[in-house]
């Protein structure tokens, strides 16, 4: 069984820094593809970034390209999305899953395996 564990969320000023890391633990870490999605109140979860399971590959949802980065450290069994210039609109919980297939993909349902979520406040 998988098991996600975010962390390194928290309260910023508008135009701040954030690392958020995910812990992986359970099965394989590199066999997969991760990725990032978040929730903002009262709307939908999203997809925010993926990552294929060696790292080759990355994608992005369009308001955060230029501004976040995801990567992963095999060896530490770990997930990271450094996010930069952020927004008050980049508040939200953000959440962590593994993928179900190899190669980067943007689908929720392609992610059998979620973390319970780490809160970003940016403040304006």
């Known amino acids: 069984q998988v098991q996600l564990v975010e962390s390194g969320g928290g309260l910023v000023q508008a135009g701040g820094s954030l690392r958020l890391s995910c812990a992986h633990s359970?099965?394989?870490?590199?066999?997969?593809?991760m990725g990032w999605f978040r929730q903002a109140p009262g709307k939908e979860r999203e997809f925010v970034a993926a990552i294929s399971q060696n790292g080759g590959d990355t994608d992005y949802t369009d308001s955060v390209k230029g501004r976040f980065t995801i990567s992963r450290d095999n060896a530490k069994s770990t997930l990271y999305l450094s996010m930069n210039a952020l927004k008050p609109e980049d508040t939200a919980v953000y959440y962590c899953?593994?993928?179900?297939?190899?190669?980067?993909?943007?689908?929720?349902?392609?992610?059998?395996?979620w973390g319970q979520g780490t809160q970003v406040t940016v403040s304006s």
């Open positions: 899953a593994r993928s179900a297939y190899q190669l980067a993909t943007r689908h929720a349902w392609d992610f059998g395996s």
């Open positions: 359970g099965r394989t870490f590199s066999s997969r593809a």
